[in-house]
């Protein structure tokens, strides 16, 4: 603490340090990163960068988000994580250019994450893990372009089928949180089987008939591929001496 016992200000972000802080990324993106700064404040003078192609204010300290953020309306990809954010302005629904969205390891929970969000309709990736969120916003399920949705580490006891029915989606990571009942977590895991990945439960809080049932299909699998590696493949066409060599006039040689 300093004189006076106040806490100490955030580090002041200036137009020249924002530009310097532009980098170009492998694909000819903009990329304006201002993570690990000692942030506390959005930067209002970053507006007048709005048209980079992405924006990282992660591991900062910042608590609001203004509604004006929505200018940045190139904005593909967006990173928050890792600050003290609340809430989420309604306004970032307006930015629909966007495919990516980290606001994991915040202070969010379910009424700080506006309806708006369901106007994101190109967005791939939403992070809300490490949050304070007790439920899982509808919204979600309107993204109909969802490959993977983070919740871990939330307060969730269940998961709407809403988000079980996207298209598109392959990854779901909702580890850690409280669900109440192994028969719960198992009616979700088989309406969702298409899935690629899910990360669910892990081994250690599986009850016992999943945990046979799980050790069953991995030596079965196993088995099978015993079986496939035991016997080794017969050399087909043994004689040729190369591969281009010309093949036999009688077919039946070969046979």
């Not at 930067?43 to 910042?62: A, F, G, H, Q, T």
């Not at 035991?230 to 039946?252: C, G, M, V, W, Y």
Request: proline fraction near 5%; include cysteine; charge should be positive.
């Amino acid at each position: 603490m300093v004189k006076g016992g106040k806490a100490p200000k955030g580090k002041k972000i200036t137009l020249s340090v924002a530009k310097n802080c532009i980098k170009i990324t492998f694909d000819g993106k903009k990329r304006l990163d201002l993570s690990k700064m000692g942030i506390t404040t959005f930067p209002k003078c970053i507006l007048r960068l709005s048209d980079v192609d992405e924006l990282n204010l992660s591991r900062n300290m910042i608590r609001k988000i203004p509604d004006s953020i929505s200018k940045f309306q190139n904005l593909r990809w967006l990173d928050l994580h890792s600050n003290y954010i609340e809430k989420l302005p309604k306004s970032i629904g307006q930015m629909t250019s966007l495919l990516y969205l980290n606001v994991s390891n915040n202070r969010l929970t379910a009424d700080g994450l506006p309806v708006e969000l369901n106007q994101l309709k190109n967005i791939r990736t939403v992070n809300f893990g490490l949050n304070h969120l007790d439920r899982v916003p509808t919204t979600l399920g309107a993204l109909k372009e969802l490959h993977e949705v983070g919740l871990h580490d939330n307060l969730l006891s269940t998961i709407p089928n809403s988000i079980s029915k996207l298209p598109k989606l392959k990854k779901l990571n909702t580890k850690r949180n409280p669900f109440p009942k192994a028969e719960e977590s198992d009616t979700f895991v088989d309406s969702i089987k298409r899935l690629d990945n899910l990360y669910l439960v892990e081994e250690k809080d599986l009850c016992g008939p999943c945990l046979r049932k799980c050790q069953q299909a991995q030596d079965k699998l196993n088995k099978i591929k015993s079986v496939a590696t035991a016997e080794p493949r017969r050399a087909i066409f043994s004689s040729l001496a190369s591969p281009n060599s010309t093949a036999k006039e009688s077919q039946e040689d070969w046979r």
